[in-house]
């Protein structure tokens, strides 16, 4: 087994049972159905800033891995997911997110099976397991969870993340800076950068979506079109300003970062759907409105049928998923910040083109070594763009590595006033609302700072994605219909678990 592997299985620790979450019925107090699993998982979180009435960004995201400790209790899980070499099948505790065991893809589970805790190690005897992956997979599961509760597994992903660490991993400070200047905590949206595209400024993906934080191809165009400066998509650090600005204008419109990054992966409506339902679930804030909505689009797919697709759309298991996942990858964040040494990254703005010969030639450093700071670079920097490098050249332009310098009062004063912005999906989809999204951008602009350009330039694109997403989601809830099959769907769960806890042994 991989060394990382064998690392990870040395440090693990002991397993905390606790019950598994139930959906709660129409008026139950979602806080109640929550409580049993509210303790666990809190040595495992990553530090947190308390929450303060002068930063609404640490009371946001406070709030959120409150959440999760309470929902979601085992999203430490995915760290080892996205942190261990492929071609293992892993499994962790669902109520504390602890690894408990690593099994082969291919081989014999058995003899070649990696155990956390000594006592788990011969479960496994004198069982029959089944030839199929997939069969096998939810067999081990079974047997586990009589013996620990409820457990998660997972193909690690590793090989994603691994390679691309060790060329970029020594750039996550300055990253994670970029993002703490549009009030969106380094470890959130890192985090999230790591699951998208394990930091790859060059990954795409089959829905042509690139780079950084997966943005589509045409999103990139557009905001190109719209933005005073080139964008060169597949540079990690051109990206990172606008993946953190529509963060931040997500996460302010939502009031969390949670359905924020959902909105990513599901996109608008199926997080609008999924809040209304966990509304109509009986939760009162927008967390447990769309944890517990998102519960249930998972339970009622995975009954037999499509009789409740009126419910859960297109909203899928990666889709559930995608929130917990981000916040399990802030602890490889943070690892990978402590254990590796952090180098600046400059930005000169050019007003020529600079060929990669002239760069090579005045840095002195490798093609490679360019490269790495400016992936999106074949030959030469077009006029306009920007020129990344690990010292600033004058020669190259001007100085606008942001990140680098302490914010402008003006800028300041605009994004703390923008982060307090009352929250409300439904309020920020009104057109009624779009004149006071308007005057942000005019006055972003107006601080005459890059950091400002880019806010002003996100603001612009959201604008224009409201439309059809508020005529779909104003149907989905006054439809009756979805209320009744929400209530016979909740039914019909508690009569599967019912009946599962007749026949357990």
């Known amino acids: 087994m991989h060394t990382k592997a064998m690392l990870a299985i040395a440090m693990l620790a002991a397993v905390i049972t606790t019950p598994r979450w139930s959906v709660v019925t129409r008026g139950e107090s979602a806080q109640a159905a929550a409580a049993p699993a509210q303790r666990a998982q809190a040595a495992a979180a990553p530090a947190e800033t308390p929450p303060s009435a002068e930063s609404p960004v640490a009371a946001r995201q406070s709030a959120d891995f409150e959440a999760m400790r ?3 209790p085992g999203y ?20 504390n997110g602890r690894l408990l065991a690593l099994f082969p893809a291919k081989g014999d589970w058995k003899r070649n099976a990696r155990w956390a805790d000594p006592r788990l190690a011969h479960i496994l005897d004198n069982q029959q397991l089944a030839s199929k992956l997939d069969e096998r997979r939810d067999q081990v599961a079974a047997i586990l969870e009589r013996a620990v509760g409820p457990v998660l597994h997972n193909p690690t ?8 660490a060790r060329r970029y991993g020594s750039l996550l400070a300055e990253w994670g800076a970029i993002y703490e200047r549009f009030g969106v905590p380094a470890h959130i949206g890192l985090a999230q950068v790591i699951l998208e595209s394990g930091m790859s400024a060059t990954r795409k993906s089959e829905a042509n979506a690139v780079g950084f934080c997966q943005w589509l191809q045409k999103n990139w165009t557009r905001l190109d079109h719209l933005a005073q400066t080139v964008i060169e998509a597949k540079n990690q650090t051109t990206q990172a300003p606008y993946c953190a600005a529509y963060l931040s204008v997500l ?6 970062f949670i359905p924020a990054l959902s909105e990513h992966n599901a996109g608008g409506t199926n997080v609008g759907r999924t809040l ?5 679930l009986g939760a009162d804030d927008v967390r447990r409105q769309y944890l517990l909505g998102s519960k249930l689009a998972h339970d009622l797919r995975d009954l037999t049928g499509k009789k409740y697709e009126g419910v859960y759309g297109s909203y899928g298991p990666r889709s559930y998923l995608y929130a917990e996942m981000v916040f399990g990858n802030t602890f490889n964040v943070r690892r990978l910040m402590a254990s590796t040494h952090q180098m600046p990254i400059y930005a000169m703005r050019t007003t020529r083109i600079i060929p990669l010969a002239e760069i090579i030639e005045r840095t002195h450093l490798s093609a490679d070594e360019v490269r790495r700071f400016n992936p999106a670079l074949v030959d030469r920097v077009p006029v306009g763009a920007t020129l ?10 001007r100085d606008v590595a942001f990140w680098r310098h302490p914010p402008s009062a003006s800028y300041v004063a605009v994004l703390d006033d923008f982060l307090r912005l009352s929250p409300g999906p439904e309020r920020w989809d009104n057109p009624a609302f779009a004149p006071v999204l308007k005057e942000f951008r005019r006055r972003f602009s107006a601080t005459n700072t890059e950091e400002g350009a880019v806010m002003a330039t996100v603001l612009w694109y959201a604008l224009g994605e409201a439309g059809s997403r508020r005529v779909l989601l104003a149907e989905f809830r006054s439809r009756d219909q979805v209320q009744r099959l929400i209530d016979r769907g909740v039914l019909d769960l508690n009569a599967v678990r019912a009946m599962q806890s007749r026949t357990s042994p």
């Open 70 to 72: 309470t929902f979601r």
């Open 76 to 95: 430490a899980f995915w760290q080892h997911v996205f942190f261990l070499p492929d071609h293992s099948i892993a499994y962790g505790s669902a109520l």
């Open 157 to 164: 992903r590793g090989d994603a993340l691994l390679p691309n």
């Open 251 to 256: 996460a302010t419109k939502y009031g969390s």
């Open 276 to 280: 209304i339902n966990g509304a109509q």
């Open 388 to 397: 990344y490098l690990p010292f600033y050249v004058s020669e190259f332009g």
